[in-house]
Every structure is written in structure tokens, then in C-alpha cells.
């Protein structure tokens, strides 16, 4: 059988009433209070951990005019997809258009309607080969860098991290080497089209392709100032049963017993509740003083 966690008596099969026959304390109950109060320190721990976590957050977004600016400047590229990013011309027998403009929209209908057997029969041409496979990654590469773009902007919630600046760059200079890997392959897909077919096909880059690409350097650029002039992240207080919760943890660590920080923390709770009743009877007295000098003026005794 077990013994009383108390005084140690051994239990026997006839003692069946919540009582230690021997010191009396309840067998239920024992012990209760304290483990309550090691899960409340124990709460009280894991809402400083969040609350530092909810902290960096705010920070990052708007610990500074800087970062609330990359909160636009990544907004902002993906704003420069929807212009035109390049216009083409072509004519045949039974088609033609003229300067029709190509956006972000337009490549990812292009893509999602594609006829990839279609095109793995031009990209393997002689004649046209290198155009339409250059034609291939300047889509995949113009839709990827957008992808990333919305990864940056969602990376900005751990901004404030220890990898923070660096994965905020590495997504910036992904997004922009996919950028401009889709420029220079829509080039070449121009010069290698137009340079067979001179009479029938013509592309230029638009001027949306140009500022998608100027709003990446910026945004870059931000996060690179952002980087070198570090965003100071302000804390909130928080603390265990009064003791500041780093603190608490230290004292844990360096093997402070448990019930000794529990008597600091009923002194500190204690004359914190004391300092709220002196402060509250300050001002109930106040109160009380401004309502007599009321009523004496009211009965004409004080002018």
C-alpha cells in the first residue's frame, strides 16, 4: 500500500476515509495548492514566451516608418504584375493582333490553357527551338518570381527572427534573379521569332516589366537598410507570480528551490495588493473630501 505523502504512515487496506488516520491531512487534497500553482507558473511562462513572439511581430511590421514603407514596397510588385509587361504582334492567314499586351493574368491563362505536347514539339525545332523553349522559362520564371514575392510577404511575420533579414533578402534576390532570367528569356524568344519570321512576329518589353523589376531593387534595398540599421523590438513586460519571468527562469536553472520562489512571489503579491488598497483608499478618500467641501458649499458654510 502507499504511505501518507505528509507523515509518511503506511496505508492499509482498511483505511478507506480520505483522512491519514495517523496526522489527519486529506490524502485527496494534498499537495493541491502547490500544483496549482506550479501550472499557473507554468501558464504564466508559456504567455511570456507568446507575448515576445506577438511582440516581434509587431515589430516587424510597424516598429518603424521603414518597415510599415516594406510593408507597401512588397505590396507594390506584385501591383506592377497587372501592368503591361510586354506587347506582341503577329499575323497569319487566318490570325493576327496587333500590340496586344501581356500581363501577369494573361501568362498564367497562357500556362493553365497550354498544350505542352504542342510545345515540346516547337522547343525540339531546329528552326524555332530556342525561342519556345526560351518562351517556356520566361513564363515559369516571370510566375515563380511572383510566388516568391508573396513568400517574402508573408516571411515578414518572422522578420523580426534570428534568420529574419537574411531569409527576407534570399527571397528578394531569388525573386529578382527569376525576374530578370525572365526578361532576358523573353528577349532572346523575341530576336530568335522575329529573326525567322521578320514579317510576321514582333515583341517588346513593356514598361510593367521594367517597374516590377525596379520595385524589387527597392524593396531589396529596404530590406538591406532594415538589416544593417536593426529595428529595436520592445518587449512587454511579463513576469511569474511577480518575479520578471527571465529572471524566474534563471532561478529555476540555477536550481533555486521551487517553494523559495513561491514565498518571494506572496511577498511581492502581497505588497502589491497592499499598494493597490493604499491607492484605492487614497482616492476613495479624495473623493469622500471633494463631496464634503461639495456639501458645505452647497449649505453655504464655504464660499
Given at each position: 500500500?502507499?504511505?501518507?505523502?505528509?507523515?509518511?504512515?503506511?496505508?492499509?487496506?482498511?483505511?478507506?476515509?480520505?483522512?491519514?488516520?495517523?496526522?489527519?491531512?486529506?490524502?485527496?487534497?494534498?499537495?493541491?495548492?502547490?500544483?496549482?500553482?506550479?501550472?499557473?507558473?507554468?501558464?504564466e511562462v508559456e504567455h511570456a514566451k507568446i507575448q515576445k513572439k506577438i511582440d516581434r511581430l509587431k515589430a516587424s511590421f510597424v516598429g518603424s516608418p521603414v518597415t510599415i514603407a516594406r510593408i507597401f514596397l512588397s505590396v507594390?510588385?506584385?501591383?506592377?504584375?497587372?501592368?503591361?509587361?510586354?506587347?506582341?504582334?503577329?499575323?497569319?492567314?487566318?490570325?493576327?493582333?496587333?500590340?496586344?499586351?501581356?500581363?501577369?493574368?494573361?501568362?498564367?491563362?497562357?500556362?493553365?490553357?497550354?498544350?505542352?505536347?504542342?510545345?515540346?514539339?516547337?522547343?525540339?525545332?531546329?528552326?524555332?527551338?530556342?525561342?519556345?523553349?526560351?518562351?517556356?522559362?520566361?513564363?515559369?520564371?516571370?510566375?515563380?518570381?511572383?510566388?516568391?514575392?508573396?513568400?517574402?510577404?508573408?516571411?515578414?511575420?518572422?522578420?523580426?527572427?534570428?534568420?529574419?533579414?537574411?531569409?527576407?533578402?534570399?527571397?528578394?534576390?531569388?525573386?529578382?534573379?527569376?525576374?530578370?532570367?525572365?526578361?532576358?528569356?523573353?528577349?532572346?524568344?523575341?530576336?530568335?521569332?522575329?529573326?525567322?519570321?521578320?514579317?510576321?512576329?514582333?515583341?517588346?518589353?513593356?514598361?510593367?516589366?521594367?517597374?516590377?523589376?525596379?520595385?524589387?531593387?527597392?524593396?531589396?534595398?529596404?530590406?538591406?537598410?532594415?538589416?544593417?540599421?536593426?529595428?529595436?523590438?520592445?518587449?512587454?513586460?511579463?513576469?511569474?507570480?511577480?518575479?520578471?519571468?527571465?529572471?524566474?527562469?534563471?532561478?529555476?536553472?540555477?536550481?533555486?528551490?521551487?517553494?523559495?520562489?513561491?514565498?518571494?512571489?506572496?511577498?511581492?503579491?502581497?505588497?502589491?495588493?497592499?499598494?493597490?488598497?493604499?491607492?484605492?483608499?487614497?482616492?476613495?478618500?479624495?473623493?469622500?473630501?471633494?463631496?464634503?467641501?461639495?456639501?458645505?458649499?452647497?449649505?453655504?458654510?464655504?464660499?
Open positions: 500500500m502507499a504511505n501518507c505523502p505528509n507523515c509518511g504512515y503506511k496505508l492499509k487496506l482498511t483505511d478507506w476515509k480520505p483522512n491519514c488516520p495517523k496526522c489527519g491531512v486529506n490524502l485527496n487534497y494534498f499537495g493541491l495548492e502547490e500544483k496549482l500553482q506550479e501550472e499557473a507558473d507554468a501558464a507594390i510588385p506584385l501591383g506592377m504584375l497587372m501592368l503591361p509587361l510586354c506587347s506582341v504582334s503577329y499575323k497569319g492567314p487566318f490570325f493576327e493582333a496587333a500590340g496586344e499586351k501581356v500581363n501577369l493574368v494573361t501568362v498564367y491563362n497562357t500556362i493553365s490553357s497550354l498544350n505542352f505536347d504542342a510545345l515540346k514539339t516547337l522547343t525540339g525545332s531546329g528552326l524555332v527551338g530556342k525561342g519556345f523553349t526560351c518562351y517556356a522559362v520566361s513564363m515559369i520564371t516571370l510566375l515563380l518570381s511572383a510566388v516568391m514575392l508573396i513568400v517574402s510577404l508573408i516571411a515578414l511575420c518572422a522578420a523580426m527572427g534570428k534568420k529574419g533579414n537574411v531569409r527576407n533578402i534570399t527571397n528578394n534576390c531569388v525573386s529578382i534573379a527569376l525576374a530578370v532570367v525572365s526578361l532576358v528569356s523573353f528577349i532572346i524568344f523575341s530576336k530568335n521569332i522575329h529573326s525567322v519570321f521578320p514579317d510576321l512576329f514582333s515583341a517588346k518589353l513593356g514598361f510593367g516589366a521594367i517597374l516590377y523589376l525596379i520595385a524589387l531593387l527597392a524593396l531589396l534595398g529596404v530590406n538591406i537598410y532594415l538589416t544593417i540599421n536593426k529595428v529595436e523590438v520592445k518587449y512587454k513586460a511579463c513576469d511569474v507570480g511577480g518575479i520578471p519571468v527571465d529572471e524566474y527562469l534563471a532561478e529555476l536553472e540555477n536550481g533555486t528551490p521551487i517553494e523559495e520562489l513561491h514565498e518571494r512571489m506572496n511577498v511581492i503579491l502581497a505588497e502589491r495588493e497592499a499598494a493597490r488598497l493604499e491607492e484605492t483608499n487614497r482616492k476613495l478618500a479624495e473623493k469622500k473630501a471633494k463631496e464634503d467641501e461639495e456639501l458645505a458649499r452647497k449649505a453655504g458654510k464655504i464660499k
